[in-house]
Antibody
Framework: EVQLVDSGGGLVQPGGSLRLSCAVSGFTLRSYWMSWVRQAPGKGLEWVASIKQDGSETYYVDSVEGRFTMSRDNAKNSLYLQMNSLRAEDTAVYYC?????????WGQGTLVTVSS | EIVMTQSPATLSVSPGERATLSCRASQSVSSNLAWYQQKPGQAPRLLILAASTRATGIPARFSGSGSGTDFTLTISSLQSEDFAIYYCQQYNNWPITFGPGTRVDI
């Protein structure tokens, strides 16, 4: 069974940093592109970032470019999203998802709240 | 950036009725389009990929059609568990973009 477990969310002040993690099981991580998608409270879905199987390519939505870094450790079956210089508008539930095309499986999400 | 639009914003239907949801892309995305269902408090669930292929385990009452810029998700006979928000998403170009969603309710 494919499982993705998101963690690392919490309350952080504007300008602060947070690192999200996604632990995967039930499939071979190194074979798949992976992505992060977020959803602000009461809003729609927004793609954040994707990373290639070997980590050699990453893509970001413009609003997080230069502030967020997506990475992976295939040996540990884990994905990461390092978020720096956080803003109020980054407040959202963050989901990791399998693939960078049709997103076939999703984590349960982790809530990031940026507020003073 | 490819802008995705969806119509209507809200669709009010009764159980057993047919629901037709539309999605339009600002430029061609070929058939690189997916549909998702999201219920309150839950992660999205993939319904359709490649515009018309049902994802694993998705009931046959869900069908997708279209290519290029215009796409449709049809739910042939709405069940109570189908009341949710539906999003389309293009993955033909970076950045990946989602539509704003269509809420299907009673």
């Amino acid at each position: 069974e494919v499982q993705l477990v998101d963690s690392g969310g919490g309350l952080v002040q504007p300008g602060g940093s947070l690192r999200l993690s996604c632990a995967v099981s039930g499939f071979t991580l190194r074979s798949y592109w992976m992505s992060w998608v977020r959803q602000a409270p009461g809003k729609g879905l927004e793609w954040v970032a994707s990373i290639k199987q070997d980590g050699s390519e990453t893509y970001y939505v413009d609003s997080v470019e230069g502030r967020f870094t997506m990475s992976r450790d295939n040996a540990k079956n884990s994905l990461y999203l390092q978020m720096n210089s956080l803003r109020a508008e980054d407040t959202a539930v963050y989901y990791c998802a399998k693939s960078a095309f049709a997103l076939t499986d999703w984590g349960q999400g982790t809530l990031v709240t940026v507020s003073s | 950036e490819i802008v995705m639009t969806q119509s209507p914003a809200t669709l009010s239907v009764s159980p057993g009725e047919r629901a037709t949801l539309s999605c339009r892309a600002s430029q061609s995305v070929s058939s690189n389009l997916a549909w998702y269902q999201q219920k309150p408090g839950q992660a999205p669930r993939l319904l359709i990929l490649a515009a018309s292929t049902r994802a694993t385990g998705i009931p046959a009452r869900f069908s997708g059609s279209g290519s290029g810029t215009d796409f449709t998700l049809t739910i042939s006979s709405l069940q109570s568990e189908d009341f949710a928000i539906y999003y389309c998403q293009q993955y033909n170009n970076w950045p990946i973009t989602f539509g704003p969603g269509t809420r299907v309710d009673i």
